[in-house]
């Protein structure tokens, strides 16, 4: 048998060099295409450039104040331990605000524009920011938003205080009944000589005075729930934060993305062109 013999498969040889080289000469196009629209390139990107400078030069500063609020609340007693019973839940306080306040959505005005919310960790304080047109003016909106809280919770005091004189009066016009009852009953022994109802009387007379202490505990309460130190409308906490700089536009990062961009666009389309001009040369040749 003749044995076969070993076939050999030729492979074709592929240069690596002339790989580099043709990488090498299509970069060297490339840049020889950029470098010819050199001129082309830099007025583009300068034009561009140009007109983020001047829409940061005509756009109208924006700056921000930050404040803290502390929901208004009344301090009540509750057994042992103090409550804090709030005009307005914070929470819904926020949406008052927000809604009420806030021109982010609104097509005609869009300033002043108000940011509120919880602080964090926090049940009752508020952080609100503000942009407007100047710091006075949005220190001028924060001012007229507290007032207009202000003025609804004044309405809330007046109606608390109301209930609480009422109380106290009540208490009062019963104090003044049980000394009445006390000054009768005193009259009373003067003319007895019988111990035993002497005795009930002195006990009658002992009773009156606890509650007449009992009493007087009540309005004394009552009193200092209407101190100011219990009753705490809606106000600034710490310090107005004012921006000496405008927080918008951001003049230095609007400039450097318009230049890049720019730029970018501008090689884009140096490419485009050529690309066109190589189709049209190619149809040229054809004909």
Same mark, same amino acid.
């Given at each position: 048998?003749?044995e ?16 580099y080289e043709?990488?090498?000469i ?10 010819r629209?050199k ?8 034009f ?6 001047l829409y940061?030069?005509?756009?109208k ?24 019973e709030?005009?307005?839940?914070p929470?819904?306080?926020i949406?008052y ?5 806030d021109n /982010?959505k =609104?097509? %005609? !005005?869009?300033?002043?524009?108000v940011?509120? +919310?919880l602080?964090?960790?926090? $049940?009752?304080i508020l ?12 220190i001028n909106y ?7 809280i202000?003025?609804k919770e004044?309405?809330?005091?007046d ?12 208490l ?5 009944q ?5 000054q009768?009953y005193?009259?009373?022994i003067?003319s007895?000589?019988?111990s035993?109802?002497i ?13 007449v202490? /009992?009493? =007087?505990? %009540? !309005?004394?309460?009552?009193k200092?729930?209407? +101190?100011?130190?219990?009753?705490? $409308?809606?106000?600034i ?16 990062l ?6 890049i961009?720019?730029?970018i666009l501008?090689?884009?389309?140096v ?5 066109i ?11």
């Amino acid at each position: 048998m003749n044995e076969k013999k070993p076939e050999v498969v030729p492979i074709q040889y592929v240069p690596i060099q002339s790989c580099y080289e043709e990488d090498e000469i299509d970069l060297k196009d490339l840049i020889k295409t950029i470098l010819r629209y050199k001129k082309f390139i830099f007025i583009f990107t300068f034009f561009i450039t140009f007109l983020a400078g001047l829409y940061v030069y005509f756009k109208k500063p924006i700056y921000e104040i930050k404040a803290n609020l502390q929901a208004g609340y009344i301090n009540k007693w509750n057994e042992d331990r103090i409550i804090k019973e709030y005009f307005y839940n914070p929470n819904a306080l926020i949406v008052y605000i927000k809604n009420t306040y806030d021109n /982010s959505k =609104n097509d %005609k !005005i869009k300033y002043p524009k108000v940011f509120v +919310s919880l602080v964090k960790n926090t $049940k009752d304080i508020l952080n609100i920011k503000i942009d407007d047109f100047s710091n006075e003016r949005a220190i001028n909106y924060l001012n007229e938003i507290l007032k207009d809280i202000n003025s609804k919770e004044n309405a809330k005091i007046d109606m608390y205080k109301k209930i609480i004189n009422q109380k106290i009066k009540i208490l009062q016009e019963s104090k003044k009944q049980l000394l009445i009852n006390k000054q009768n009953y005193l009259n009373k022994i003067k003319s007895i000589n019988d111990s035993q109802i002497i005795s009930n009387l002195l006990q009658a007379i002992a009773d009156i005075q606890k509650q007449v202490l /009992s009493i =007087n505990e %009540k !309005i004394i309460n009552l009193k200092s729930q209407l +101190s100011p130190l219990n009753i705490i $409308k809606t106000q600034i906490i710490g310090k107005i934060e004012k921006s000496n700089k405008p927080v918008k536009p951001k003049k230095t990062l609007i400039i450097i993305v318009a230049f890049i961009t720019g730029l970018i666009l501008s090689i884009f389309l140096v490419f485009f062109i050529e690309f066109i001009r190589s189709l049209k040369e190619e149809d040229l040749q054809k004909k």
